[in-house]
Nanobody, 123 residues
Framework: VQLQASGGGLVQPGDSLTLSCKAS????????VGWFRQAPGNERQFVACFGWSGNTKYTNLVKGRFTISRDSAKNTVYLQMNNLKPEDTAVYYCGITQTVWSGVTQENSYRYWGQGTQVTVSS
């Protein structure tokens, strides 16, 4: 399975962006797809995930501002990010896992990763 993340950019505080994670060589229906982010000098942290059964989970840092969704026909998972803040600045990565739901926030549960897309929120 290969993942391609896209949609990052430079935006101002309060703006919105939608990230895309497209899979080839496999079906998202069989996996949980997660978004993580990594700011300079920090560890990669969990942002949100979309489970194979349709469940979703978010870190409290983005709950109410970010929405994760899946288009199975396009084999793509989206991360809609609203009301962006400077602290959202990071490289965003998507990954896939078949781990149990209790493990979906753990980076080492994910088997495949996309290349990352930079999100910069600055005035």
């Amino acid at each position: 399975v290969q993942l391609q993340a896209s949609g990052g950019g430079l935006v101002q505080p309060g703006d919105s962006l939608t990230l895309s994670c497209k899979a080839s060589g496999g079906l998202f229906r069989s996996y949980t797809v997660g978004w993580f982010r990594q700011a300079p000098g920090n560890e990669r942290q969990f942002v949100a995930c979309f489970g194979w059964s349709g469940n979703t989970k978010y870190t409290n840092l983005v709950k109410g501002r970010f929405t994760i969704s899946r288009d199975s026909a396009k084999n793509t998972v989206y991360l809609q990010m609203n009301n962006l803040k400077p602290e959202d600045t990071a490289v965003y990565y998507c990954g896939i896992t078949q781990t149990v739901w209790s493990g979906v926030t753990q980076e080492n549960s994910y088997r495949y990763w996309g290349q990352g897309t930079q999100v910069t929120v600055s005035s």
